[in-house]
C-alpha cells in the first residue's frame, strides 16, 4: 500500500473513530427556570354611567331611594374592600351620609339636600361610607377578586325634598382597598 493511501486509510479511521465516540456519549444538559410574580390588582369603573338619578319629585317627596351599580375588578382571589365618600365640600363624611348642592348655581340657593349611601335599599339600609383599609372592611363592602368585574350596587336615600326648587347634585368618590 502506498503511503497515500494509508494516511487516507489511517485518516479515515481516526476521523470515523472520533465521529463514534461523539455521537455515543451522553448529551450535556442544564436547566433553566421561567419566572413571573404576579402583583395583586384592583380597578373601579364607575363615572356618568354609575350616576345615581333620584328622579324629580315634589318637594313633599320623604325617603327618595335610587340605586346604580359601580363596578370592581380585582386579581384572582385578591382581597378587597370598598368605600364611598361624598364630597367633603357638601358636608360629606365617612358614615356615607352627604349633602346635594345646586347643580344650576341658582342665585342665593344656599340649600343643601341631605342624602345617605347604603348597599341595601331604603331609608333603614346598611350603611355604606369610608372607613374600609386594605385590610378590613370597616362600614364599606368587602369583596375577593376573580380577575373579571363585578358589580355592586349602591343605594342613595333623600329623607326629605322639602328644600328651594332646583336642580342639586354631589359627588361620590369610590375607593377601592386592597
Do not use: R
Not at 402583583?39 to 338619578?53: D, F, P, Y
Not at 385590610?135 to 333623600?158: D, E, I, K, P, R
Not at 347634585?169 to 382597598?177: F, G, H, L, W
Amino acid at each position: 500500500m502506498s503511503l497515500k493511501k494509508a494516511l487516507l486509510v489511517t485518516t479515515m479511521l481516526v476521523t470515523s473513530g472520533f465521529v463514534l465516540s461523539a455521537s455515543a456519549a451522553s448529551p450535556a444538559t442544564a436547566t433553566f427556570q421561567v419566572l413571573i410574580v404576579i402583583q395583586k390588582a384592583c380597578t373601579v369603573t364607575a363615572g356618568a354611567s354609575s350616576n345615581i338619578n333620584l328622579g324629580t319629585v315634589a318637594s313633599t317627596a320623604l325617603n327618595t331611594t335610587g340605586s346604580n351599580t359601580i363596578s370592581v375588578t380585582c386579581s384572582k382571589t385578591t382581597p378587597y374592600y370598598v368605600g364611598l365618600a361624598p364630597s367633603a365640600a357638601n358636608g360629606g363624611t365617612t358614615t356615607g351620609s352627604g349633602a346635594m348642592s345646586t347643580a344650576d348655581a341658582l342665585p342665593g340657593n344656599t340649600d343643601k339636600v341631605p342624602y345617605q349611601l347604603s348597599s341595601t335599599p331604603g331609608p333603614s339600609g346598611t350603611i355604606w361610607g369610608n372607613t374600609a383599609t386594605s385590610t378590613t372592611v370597616g362600614n364599606g363592602v368587602a369583596g375577593t377578586g376573580s380577575g373579571a368585574a363585578q358589580s355592586l350596587t349602591v343605594y342613595a336615600t333623600a329623607a326629605t325634598a322639602n328644600f328651594t326648587p332646583d336642580s342639586y347634585a354631589d359627588t361620590v368618590t369610590v375607593n377601592v382597598n386592597f
